[in-house]
């Protein structure tokens, strides 16, 4: 933007907000940025908002972001209180800590302490909104009690922290319950990936619900009805805003020779090849560039991952003609990911092994119970339970198995986004003998049969045995988990519980997901390799042997009673070192061997 006065400066934001409030979008971010004609337009975004409080109706008006340590804390609680005034209670701030000297012209002894003050800041301002009085040095030196005039309409402060690359501010914003503002400017996808994983992992273990852990993404955003005409329009727009910005120039060069990586040694020759060269890949893999339809892969994967909200950043260029002739697309591409589909549940397909466990629990209540599989852990002692419950949470958000359900048609599964741990307490310890009472309440739980298109699958009880004797009772179905499965889960749990209670930080490792199995496993039937296999077995097959009768003294049943038990014996290590010997011999694993004497 150029400083010059111009009569149309604002004409996109005004425009655009209003197109964005009649069409139901969620929000408007606003910048601060100071001494630049590199978002210069808004150095206070406070302003812009009041002017659009006034001109929308339903859309958020949001701070993205107010630059924490340049501002009194008073000056922000005031400001966005007015704000949300004027709104209606449509106010919002994602705060940030700032990062170009210059810009702290306005607070030069804050530069050296950024963060801290940022977050100390944050503080204050949300007791501020809360109606709270705060305590301030006044001009004379003595400590004055002072609350915000006029009070916002909003008890709490929709809040966000902007953060883009470093993991440490996502844990930040996860333990101070804030949202996300973020950007694919300076991390790749997967690293975003990691770093919500930390959010999300920080955010259980503060005690904060899920449903708080709000992500937004904020990406580069200009869509025709043709890709190719988008991306040309898009090309010298986008690559002069990279050039215009020095760090993102910089982030750009990464992948490049060393003489074109560092900005201050780099010709106007060079940057321009940089960007040149950059321009496809960020389409590629960081924009929303292109026809609306060659998009849907980058939102279905930003879903996936948990974000919950993509800011479409379209001021970066594009004339404002141009901008607001194809906002229409975005509106379409926004409507490919209505509410029903993404915002409480998101849909993939069930294994083939899922599709029969569910095949049959709609055949038999006796079949359904049968692949209930449940775990138990004693405890001596009295544990925690807010941080048991805590970390189970945690752990139903890494690995969303835990939160699906099957859908009627049999052949998908919806994930919910936010489900927290069914949880129970049972107090058996008054009882005459409680181990009695406990293997009969154990026997009530095992034959429980869920309802796998309705009910948690995954649920917890904590049973209170005596007064330091609990044991925790984990239980799932199969369609959801295994007994590996429950190891990793008492595992996790452990490590979480441990963690929480040392005020230290749990190293775990980033989940894998079931359904990146079950699409691998889709993958894998159509291969060479995989076709060949099939080939061979169907030709096996084709003359199948005849049916092995022998005299056995319990015959099965016609109809599947399920009225099995267990019975153990131990081997010898000799025979079964023999036994390994001769299932090697034979080509088969122990288990055929065993299966087949």
């Known amino acids: ?51 659009l409080a006034r001109e929308t109706k339903h859309i958020q008006l949001r701070a993205g972001s107010v630059v924490m340590p340049l501002h009194h804390p008073l000056r922000v609680a005031e400001e966005w209180a007015v704000v949300d005034n004027l709104s209606n209670g449509r106010a919002g701030i994602s705060f940030a800590s700032g990062w170009h000297p210059n810009d702290f012209a306005l607070a030069p002894d804050n530069f050296s302490n950024n963060r801290a003050l940022t977050f100390e800041g944050i503080d204050t301002v949300r007791r501020l909104w809360r109606g709270e009085s705060v305590s301030f040095k006044g001009g004379d030196g003595k400590d004055v009690s002072l609350r915000v005039y006029p009070q916002p309409k909003q008890p709490e402060l929709s809040g966000w922290l902007t953060v883009v690359a470093n993991p440490e501010t996502y844990r930040k914003a996860g333990e101070m319950g804030l949202g996300v503002l973020t950007n694919l400017l300076g991390q790749s996808l997967e690293d975003l990936e990691k770093n919500l994983t930390i959010y999300r992992q920080a955010l259980a273990e503060a005690g904060h619900p899920a449903s708080v852990g709000h992500v937004a993404v904020l990406m580069h955003s200009y869509l025709c009805e043709n890709n190719e005409t988008a991306v040309e329009q898009a090309r010298e727009p986008m690559c002069n805003y990279l050039l215009s910005s020095l760090s993102l120039f910089q982030s750009m060069a990464e992948s490049l020779p060393a003489h074109l990586k560092d900005v201050n040694r780099a010709s106007q020759e060079d940057k321009d090849y940089v960007v040149r060269k950059a321009y496809e890949r960020y389409v590629a893999t960081r924009a929303l560039i292109g026809s609306p339809e060659a998009c849907v892969p980058m939102i279905q994967r930003l ?129 005459k003998d409680q181990h009695a009472a406990l293997q009969s309440w154990l026997l009530e739980q095992s034959a429980k049969v869920f309802n796998l298109n309705e009910e948690h699958l995954f649920q917890a009880a904590l049973v209170k045995v005596s007064h330091n004797q609990h044991l925790l009772f984990l239980t799932g179905h199969h369609i959801v988990s295994d007994g590996p499965s429950m190891g990793t889960i008492i595992g ?76 153990r014996h131990t081997l010898q290590n000799s025979t079964l070192q023999a036994l390994k010997t001769l299932a090697s011999k034979q080509g088969c694993t122990l288990y055929m061997l065993l299966m087949a004497a």
């Open 492 to 567: 996790e749990l452990m490590s979480l519980y441990d963690a929480a209670k040392t005020g230290e930080q749990a190293k775990l490792s980033t989940p894998k997901q079931y359904r990146d199995f079950v699409q691998w496993l889709a993958s894998e039937r159509s291969n060479t390799k995989m076709l060949k296999h099939e080939h061979y077995w169907k030709k096996q097959f084709s003359n199948p042997p005849a049916n092995l009768e022998l005299p056995i003294d319990h015959p099965r049943p016609e109809l599947k009673s399920y009225q099995g038990a267990r019975l």
């Open 303 to 431: 879903v996936e991952m948990g974000v919950d909200e993509i800011a479409c950043f379209v001021d970066f260029g594009v004339s404002t003609s141009l901008v607001m002739e194809n906002l229409p697309n975005i509106t379409r591409l926004k409507e490919m990911f209505s509410a029903a589909s993404v915002s409480q549940n998101k849909k993939y397909p069930l294994s083939e092994a899922q599709q029969q466990l569910y095949v049959l629990s709609q055949l038999s209540q006796d079949g359904n119970r049968a692949y209930n599989d449940p775990a138990c852990v004693w405890i001596e002692g009295t544990p925690d339970i807010a941080v048991l419950k805590a970390g189970l949470n945690q752990i139903m958000q890494r690995h969303e198995s835990l939160r699906a359900n099957v859908n009627p048609d049999g052949k998908t599964q919806s994930i919910s986004q936010h489900d927290e741990i069914i949880w129970n307490d049972i107090d058996l310890s008054a009882r």
């Open 1 to 51: 933007y150029d400083a010059a006065f111009s009569q149309d400066k604002y004409d996109l934001m005004i425009q655009g907000g209003r197109y964005a409030d009649q069409n139901g979008f969620s929000a408007i971010w606003l910048p601060e940025r100071h001494f630049d004609k590199f978002g210069g337009f808004s150095p206070n975004p406070s302003l812009l908002a009041a002017a």
